[in-house]
């Protein structure tokens, strides 16, 4: 609650101070002589507008809480404050609206006297008042902060933050920035999602880099093409009168239209097939003549002259396949109508990893927090009736590697029995133990540990 009070004070003070800043630019506008057109003579300072960007840097101090969970071997308190540096980037569509990201770094002491690192990375929306040099602003994120040092190991947490401060503008290129920040990161020893108060204090400069749009240059008149075929007079054989490549010539004359000039047509005066220009007494130019040909007047294949019964190759065929013209998609969703379709969302959510399983260490009991994931899966089973799934349980490579192997089967068979019991046929599902031996992080962190640890569904063809 101090560290709140802090954040809040300083955000008052800094008001305070760039408030009297403006009030003074106010006045120094308002006393500047004035061109011949009625123009300022003041120097035009940095003021928002529409369609820039913002680059900066800052150092500062962060207050980390005493009970900031940031650890992974032993928890030991930061010495406070921790001077900072950081770089930032954002962009204004808007001149009261923009977005921007960030990242900062510092270095301290824990409470056994070891050195520690601290940093974050952030992005957020902010939210200024243009119309002067004097710009507050207020912003609101999230990001990573991580810490790391010898006694506490490596680690990082996900951050909500806030904070409100003030810009003041030098020039259109240059400006000083005040921040005044809480972050809230989880809290040591607490139950995930209660958090604590970190404050921040920063001070830098802002460089605003406006995008230079110029009027295209007048072009060039064209050279000359007198019958717009394309081809320019100095290039044109016949100029006056429109032709074709190579030369710009009209083409040579083709009664029939068949794409075979009658110099070279056999029958000038009936469309037909190359090389003789003459037509093809097949009607249905499927290469099968009469009476080889079944089907006179649908082109076929060359067996019998009669169209494909499976044209898109997805083997539906005939009524069965209600989109003849395109092939099914084998996803496991309605692989029966020959049509090609999408995962709905719900059900694309339970393809995969599926967040929120949870199982007591070392155990196949389903922790109560997982109920409402594992009824969700089932509402989605139920409403989805023809599904089929694969549940695969998998362990991190810690222990014994028979033992993760008979524990990710037996987790995955806890799920099954759960969702069964949820009223889903014990056919519809099939389980698999994976154990250690499809790992998708490192084994040798923790966090890649912990993505090891999971269940994964897995749509099955119908």
């Not at 955000?11 to 506008?29: E, K, Y």
């Not at 030369?247 to 239209?257: H, I, Q, R, T, Y």
């Not at 379709?341 to 929120?356: C, F, M, Q, R």
Request: net charge negative; hydrophobic share 35%; charged share 25%.
């Amino acid at each position: 609650m101090k560290k709140l009070t802090f954040v809040l004070g300083c955000g008052a003070l800094s008001s305070l101070l760039f408030g009297t800043t403006g009030a003074r630019a106010q006045t120094v506008g308002a006393t500047a002589s004035l061109s011949k057109d009625g123009a300022s003579s003041v120097p035009n300072q940095q003021r928002p507008h529409e369609n820039y960007f913002e680059v900066g840097l800052f150092g500062g101090a962060l207050f980390p809480s005493k009970d900031i969970a940031l650890y992974s071997a032993k928890h030991e308190k930061f010495d406070s404050p921790v001077p900072e540096l950081g770089l930032r980037v954002a962009y204004f569509p808007l001149s009261f609206l923009g977005a921007e990201v960030e990242g900062n770094a510092g270095f301290t002491k824990t409470e056994s006297g070891a050195r520690a690192d601290i940093w974050a990375t952030r992005a957020h929306a902010i939210v200024q008042l243009p119309g002067s040099s004097v710009i507050p602003f207020a912003l609101i994120g999230g990001g990573y902060m991580g810490a790391g040092s010898n006694p506490s190991g490596n680690d990082r947490d996900k951050l909500f933050h806030f904070g409100a401060g003030v810009k003041v503008g030098l020039d259109d290129f240059l400006g000083l920035r005040l921040d005044v920040r809480d972050n809230l990161t989880q809290k040591f020893a607490a139950s995930s999602g209660t958090l604590v108060h970190s404050p921040e204090l920063t001070l830098g400069l802002t460089f605003t880099l406006d995008p230079v749009s110029k009027a295209p240059a007048k072009a060039a008149p064209p050279p000359p093409d007198a019958d717009g075929d394309g081809f320019l007079d100095a290039d044109d054989k016949c100029p006056k009168e429109p032709g074709v490549a190579p030369d710009g010539c009209p083409a040579p004359k083709d009664s029939d239209g068949d794409g075979i000039v009658d110099l070279r047509d056999a029958c000038p005066n009936e469309a037909g097939p190359a090389p003789t220009g003459c037509p093809d007494r097949d009607s249905d130019h499927d290469c099968v003549p009469v009476p080889a040909d079944k089907c006179p007047d649908v082109p076929g294949l060359p067996t019998d002259g009669c169209p494909d019964p499976d044209p898109d190759h997805d083997g539906i065929v005939g009524a069965a396949d209600k989109c003849p013209d395109k092939p099914e998609t084998v996803n496991g969703f309605e692989d029966d109508d020959g049509c090609p379709d999408t995962l709905p969302e719900k059900v694309k959510k339970y393809s995969g990893v599926v967040p929120g399983i949870e199982f007591d260490l070392g155990k196949a009991t389903i922790r109560p927090a997982s109920r409402p994931t594992l009824d969700e899966a089932a509402a989605v089973l139920t409403e989805y009736s023809a599904l089929r799934i694969s549940i695969t349980g998998h362990t991190d490579d810690v222990g014994d590697r028979k033992k993760n192997l008979e524990l990710s089967k037996d987790r995955a068979d806890a799920v099954k029995t759960y969702l069964v019991g949820k009223g889903i046929d014990d056919k519809r599902i099939e389980t698999r133990g994976a154990g250690p031996d499809e790992p998708i992080a490192d084994n040798k962190q923790a966090a890649g540990r912990q993505k090891n640890r999971r269940i994964e569904f897995k749509l099955l063809q119908q």
